[in-house]
Nanobody, 119 residues
């Protein structure tokens, strides 16, 4: 059972930056594909970005491409999401997720961290 804890959320002005972190408990972290999702109240959780276990491939939603960068440090069992040029529409609760199957199917979820972008 993988336990995931997000951190780094907060309040930032439009155009600013934040870096989210996701720390994993699993010692075999390096074997998991990892992803970031976000959700606003009343709407479905939506895909943001994903990274394969070896960090050989990354994937992004069109809405964040060119502004967000996903990365991981397998030695630290941590994944990151660098968010630049933030927009008010990026406001959401951000969740990290882990999968031992593929980058598009997730079994383990964190509790989320709030990101608020003011205009």
């Amino acid at each position: 059972q993988v336990q995931l804890v997000e951190s780094g959320g907060g309040l930032v002005q439009a155009g600013g930056s934040l870096r989210l972190s996701c720390a994993a408990s699993e010692r075999t972290f390096s074997s998991y594909a990892m992803g970031w999702f976000r959700q606003v109240p009343g709407k479905e959780r939506r895909f943001v970005a994903a990274i394969t276990s070896s960090a050989g491939s990354t994937y992004y939603a069109d809405s964040v491409k060119g502004r967000f960068t996903i990365s991981r440090d397998n030695a630290k069992k941590t994944m990151y999401l660098q968010m630049n040029s933030l927009k008010p529409e990026d406001t959401a609760v951000y969740y990290c997720a882990a999968s031992d199957r593929s980058w598009y199917e997730y079994d383990y979820w964190g509790r989320g961290t709030q990101v608020t972008v003011s205009s």
